[in-house]
C-alpha cells in the first residue's frame, strides 16, 4: 500500500478520489461505533474515519490503533460532516473512510508525548530527540532552515561566489576559544585540531585566486554554553578579494533581502543603518544592540558628581561611570522586582541598582534622592527625557561593567514588559570595532576579532604607542538583538602583519611555528581581501522566533555539551587508546 498522496495534500477537490495514506497515528477517538484517527505526516494531518458498515474485519483491526503506530490506510475521499470542519488545517473539510489498514509498525507508549505543545523539560526532549522531532514546530523549523540554506546557495550562486570545501582536520591556531583535539594514530603525540573557523584556508583561497569564496561549514569550539552556542555550529563562511568594507556591505544586504523575501515574503529596505561600536557601548550598553524599542542609556556622571552621594562620587574619582536607563511606567514596580533587579545587575559584576521613580509633576520618590538636589534631579530628568510614572534605573561602576549590567537590563526589561514589537526585523550594522582589548590573564593586547583583521589606516601609528587605541576595520551584522556574523578587511601585507602580532606579544618565532605557512603564502603575491562569516543556526533561531538554537539543529548537544540521545561524548576501548599512543591518567571525580 504505497502513499498515493501525503497527509497534508487532500482537499475538497478530491472528494471521490481514492487514496492511499501512510503515517503515524496522531490518536484515536471512539464515537458511537466510528473510530477516528488523525493520521501525520511532515505533510500534515488527515482524518481517517473507520465505520463497521464499510467493513467490519478493518473496523475491528482499527481498535487496536494507538498513537505513533505507523500504518498504511487506503480509502476513497469525502466531505466531512457539516459542522465538523476544521479550518485550522488544509485538509480539515475533508476526511478518508477506510476500506483497507495496514498496521506496518506498532509502538510501545511513547516516553515524551508527540504534540504541538511542548509538555516535557529540554532534556527530556534531547533524549528522546526522535520523537521531539515528529512534533509540527520542530518539523517546521527543520524544513524552514532547508529552505534558508538553499536560498543562501542560490543568492551566493547568482553573484558569481563558488563553494569551496576546506580541510576539518587542520592545524591548532589560537582563535579564542580552545580547540577539540584529534589524535594522530599515524603519527603519534601530534593531533588535528577540529576548526573554529576555516578563517587561514578562505585567506589562502584568496591567494590562490579565487576571488569570490562561500562555504556552508561546520565549525567547532570548545566552550562554554549558552541559549545560542553549541560545540559544533554551521556557519555561512565567505571571502572576497580586491574589496573593502563597503563592497561587503552592498553583497550582504543584498543577502538578507533574498533570503528573507524568498523564504518569508518579508522586504527589507536597504541600505542597513550603520553605527559606530563605541556608540553602540554608550547608548546600548551591548555591541548588539537591539533598535526595536527605546530605553537607551544616558550618562549622568557629571549631575552625580554634584550630588552628595559619597558612593556615585567615589566611583567617579575612581574614573568609574554612573548611567541610567529608563523605564516606561516602572513606577508600578515593586520592592521585590527591584530587589530581583539588583540580583539581575549582579550576574554582570555591577555592585548594586540605585533607582528613582518619577510621580506626577516629576516629583521623585527614591532612597537616594534626599542627596540630589532640586536642580540635579531635574537636569538628570531632562538629559533621560523622563515621562510621569517612569522607573529611573542607575549603576555606578567601571565603563565596562556599567555597559555590560545596563545593557544586558535593558533587554531583560523589554521582554518582561512586553514591549518589543515581534514583527519588526531591524537590522544594523556595528562598525569601527577596537582592534585589541587587554588579556586578563596575561596582561598584554589579544585580538578582539582575530590577529589578521586590518587595523584602519588612520590608526596605524598608535600600534606600537597606544595599540589599546587602534580601530580596526571590523564589522558585525545584527539582528534584533542578535549578533548574526561578522568579518573585516583582512591584512595582506607581510610587515603590516607582523607589528599586529608584536603588538599582541606574539614572537617571529611564535609566528612562524603557529602560522608560517600562512605568511609564506603572502610572500608570492596577496590580494586584498575581505570577508564575513555567519551562525546559521543563530539565523534560523531568529527567523523562526524559536529561543535556543537546539530548536533549530535537528541533534545539538545540550547546555553541558552531552548528546543525551547517543550518550556521546563517552569512553573508548584501552585497545583504541593503546592504537593512538594515549595513556590516561585522570582523577576519578569525588562522588560526595
Not at 511532515?42 to 483491526?61: C, D, L, M, W
Not at 576555516?198 to 566552550?223: A, N, T, W
Request: net charge neutral.
Amino acid at each position: 500500500m504505497k502513499r498515493t498522496h501525503n497527509c497534508g495534500e487532500l482537499t475538497g477537490k478530491n472528494t471521490g478520489k481514492e487514496a492511499i495514506l501512510n503515517g503515524w497515528v496522531s490518536n484515536r477517538r471512539d464515537h458511537g461505533g466510528l473510530i477516528f484517527i488523525d493520521l501525520r505526516d511532515r505533510y500534515g494531518i488527515t482524518q481517517i474515519t473507520f465505520n463497521p458498515k464499510v467493513s467490519k474485519e478493518i473496523h475491528a483491526k482499527a481498535e487496536k490503533l494507538r498513537s505513533e503506530f505507523v500504518v498504511a490506510v487506503k480509502g476513497n475521499v469525502s466531505k466531512r460532516p457539516k459542522g465538523t470542519h476544521n479550518k485550522k488545517i488544509p485538509t480539515g473539510e475533508i476526511e478518508i473512510v477506510a476500506k483497507e489498514l495496514e498496521i506496518i509498525s506498532e509502538s510501545e507508549t511513547p516516553p515524551l508525548e508527540v504534540d504541538e505543545h511542548i509538555n516535557a523539560n529540554e532534556d527530556s526532549r534531547l533524549k528522546w530527540r526522535y520523537l521531539d522531532l515528529r512534533r509540527g514546530p520542530m518539523q517546521k523549523n527543520i524544513i524552514l532552515r532547508h529552505k534558508m540554506v538553499k536560498a543562501v546557495r542560490d543568492y551566493y550562486d547568482s553573484r558569481g561566489f563558488l563553494e569551496i570545501e576546506t580541510p576539518i582536520l587542520a592545524k591548532s591556531t589560537p582563535e579564542g576559544a580552545r580547540d577539540y583535539l584529534v589524535p594522530s594514530r599515524v603519527n603519534p603525540g601530534k593531533f588535528f585540531a577540529l576548526p573554529q573557523s576555516p578563517q587561514i584556508f578562505k585567506q589562502l583561497l584568496m591567494v590562490s585566486g579565487f576571488d569570490k569564496y562561500m562555504q556552508i561549514i561546520k565549525c567547532f569550539r570548545d566552550e562554554d554554553l549558552r541559549a545560542d552556542r553549541q560545540p559544533e555550529f554551521t556557519q555561512i563562511d565567505v571571502e572576497m578579494s580586491f574589496v573593502d568594507e563597503e563592497d561587503i556591505y552592498e553583497i550582504h544586504e543584498g543577502l538578507m533581502k533574498y533570503v528573507l523575501d524568498k523564504v518569508f515574503k518579508i522586504k527589507l529596505k536597504t541600505p542597513f543603518p550603520r553605527m559606530n561600536w563605541q556608540e553602540a557601548m554608550d547608548r546600548y550598553g551591548v555591541d548588539k544592540p537591539d533598535t526595536r524599542f527605546g530605553m537607551e542609556i544616558f550618562d549622568v556622571s557629571d549631575e552625580a558628581k554634584e550630588s552628595e552621594f559619597n558612593v556615585f562620587k567615589g566611583i567617579i574619582a575612581k574614573g568609574g561611570k554612573v548611567r541610567g536607563i529608563s523605564v516606561p511606567k516602572g513606577i508600578e514596580f515593586s520592592k521585590k522586582e527591584l530587589e530581583e533587579l539588583t540580583e539581575f545587575v549582579k550576574v554582570y559584576k555591577a555592585k548594586g541598582l540605585a533607582w528613582m521613580k518619577v510621580g506626577k509633576g516629576g516629583k521623585v520618590d527614591s532612597p537616594i534622592a534626599k542627596f540630589f538636589s532640586e536642580k540635579l534631579i531635574k537636569e538628570i530628568l531632562k538629559k533621560m527625557d523622563v515621562k510621569e510614572n517612569d522607573l529611573l534605573l542607575f549603576v555606578a561602576d567601571d565603563w565596562r561593567i556599567v555597559c555590560d549590567s545596563l545593557g544586558n537590563l535593558r533587554n531583560h526589561l523589554a521582554k518582561k514588559l512586553k514591549i518589543i514589537d515581534p514583527k519588526k526585523f531591524n537590522f544594523l550594522w556595528v562598525v569601527d570595532f577596537p582592534m585589541f582589548e587587554m588579556d586578563e590573564e596575561d596582561q598584554r593586547p589579544k585580538a578582539m576579532h582575530h590577529p589578521f583583521t586590518s587595523p584602519r589606516k588612520e590608526d596605524l601609528d598608535l600600534l606600537e604607542k597606544e595599540p589599546l587605541k587602534v580601530r580596526s576595520v571590523a564589522y558585525d551584522l545584527t539582528l534584533n538583538g542578535v549578533e548574526l556574523g561578522g568579518g573585516s578587511i583582512r591584512i595582506h601585507k607581510k610587515d603590516l602583519q607582523k607589528r599586529v602580532f608584536k603588538a599582541m606579544g606574539i614572537s617571529d618565532e611564535e609566528a612562524e611555528n603557529k602560522f608560517g605557512f600562512m605568511m609564506n603564502a603572502f610572500r608570492y603575491g596577496a590580494p586584498p581581501h575581505g570577508g564575513i562569516a555567519f551562525g546559521m543556526d543563530r539565523f534560523v533561531m531568529v527567523m523562526v522566533g524559536a529561543d535556543s538554537i537546539r530548536d533549530v539543529i535537528a541533534f545539538p548537544k545540550n547546555k553541558a555539551a552531552i548528546s543525551l540521545m547517543d550518550e556521546s561524548p563517552s569512553e573508548v576501548s584501552e585497545e583504541q587508546l593503546k592504537e593512538l599512543r594515549i595513556k590516561l591518567d585522570i582523577e576519578k571525580p569525588n562522588k560526595e
